[in-house]
């Protein structure tokens, strides 16, 4: 991090799309919080909900008294999503929603089903079972994991088909993140249908993890929604759910398959977070409120308006970069640049590198990649990253209440630093960063 910069400057303040450095300086922040800032930063309708809720005293923590948050927040998920996705679950992360879902799934079946699949290049958090059930590349130590987990090819329906037929009558529940924004992959409709046909079939658990992809991101609320009729059985969300200012996350599950589980009393508190952090006031009326803004500011379509200037962007600067850009992949407001840079770069990130290279194939790509960030952010006060998953592109993932301005802005930028050539940039980021050691 502190090649970048990043880690040594000391941030003011942040609103909206941009923060303001201690330093004086403004910086356009196209990260989008890594998925948690769809609404920017420090939305004023947030600061508001949340400084009213301290004002009048509410009640922050109680389990046994009825919470009209919990309640209402609940209701509002099933108002959002489609079909019969009426009953929610509100942990704090990412990771503790997907685990939820999956328990959920493994009580469904009581049981006697003991598989679950999970795609190639998955990201399903860094807990003990989520963990395990992520397929990232980065996840080259084995921790302990939950048992039978599978993997099938991310978009490729045959190799579902295959999984479960190797496993009759013993997969709980299949996993698949519709647009992976760990690697910018996204699954077709053919193979979301497929998929949905295939468990309504075999009586499996359809879990679509939208952790990062909700509430307008991609260009409609949810990925998935843009495909009509499509319904999985549960669907996880968290990140710009709680708009930048709350920590929570949630599954949705639709209502006969969340009965089944544990609509009965001896199962009713199975699964739960007992006493600590659960549906805390404050934290579901700032998710109340995130939602909200979401719909009434129609975010889908400010993401498809950023689509709109994005996609044709992005590809005019591959097409005039073609040394440099291998592929621009991406939907609504989320897009990777995949860097390349070919044999000349190769033979400098070696000399740089050789130790580093032989250890991680795609160190070449993280640096190059990691450039190009470090030239937007010094030359340009622009803020970006890359993933650790997949082919690390460079990730455009704006706050959706960037402008037109905004994202003309980071193109023109782009483009400049790209006709810098990429080997220069990676010997002024290298001496740079060598610089910094010192
Ligand atoms: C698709 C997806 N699933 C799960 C997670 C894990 O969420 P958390 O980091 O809150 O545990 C993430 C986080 O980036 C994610 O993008």
Known sequence: MTSFGFGRELVDHAEGAYLY??????????????????????????????????QRRRMEVHKTYFSPYVAALAHNLAQVLPGDLNMSFLPNSGAEAVEGAVKLAY??????????LRADISFHGKLLGSGSLTGAAQNHFAFPGIPGVVSYTYDDLESVRAAVAAHPDDVYAILVEPFSASTMRSCSAEFLHGLRTLCTEQDIVLVFDEIYTGWGKTGSMFYFMRHAGLLPDVVTTSKSFGGGKSSISAYVAREPVFRQAYDNPVDALMHSTSTTYY???EECATA????AIA???????????????LGPG?????????????EVTGAGALWG??????????????????????????????????????????????????????????????????????????????DAVLDQGLNRLLSRFVAQKLGSLW
Request: glycine share 8%; hydrophobic share 40%; aromatic share 6%.
């Open 337 to 414: 640049v995949f860097l390349d840079g070919g044999p000349k770069v190769l033979d400098l990130a070696a000399r740089i590198a050789p130790a580093g290279l032989a250890r991680d194939p795609r160190l070449r790509t993280k640096l190059i990649t990691a450039s190009v960030i470090n030239a937007l952010y010094r030359e340009h006060d622009i803020y970006t990253y890359y993933t650790l998953n997949g082919a690390s592109p460079l990730v455009v993932g704006p706050p959706l209440v960037a402008t037109d301005d905004d994202i003309e802005h980071f193109l023109n930028a782009l």
């Open 314 to 326: 992005l590809r005019r600067i591959a097409k005039q970069h073609p040394e440099a850009v291998a």
């Open 21 to 54: 450095l201690r330093d004086g300086r403004r910086v356009l922040d196209l990260t989008g919080g890594v998925g948690v800032l769809n609404h920017g930063h420090n939305h004023p309708r947030l600061l508001a909900t949340r400084r009213q809720f301290a």
């Open 288 to 291: 109340i409120e995130a939602i």
């Open 107 to 116: 009580k469904y079946h009581g049981g006697r089903r003991n598989t679950i």
């Open 279 to 281: 549906g805390f006031g």
């Open 295 to 309: 719909v009434e500011d129609d975010y889908p379509a400010r993401a498809r308006r950023i689509e709109q200037l």
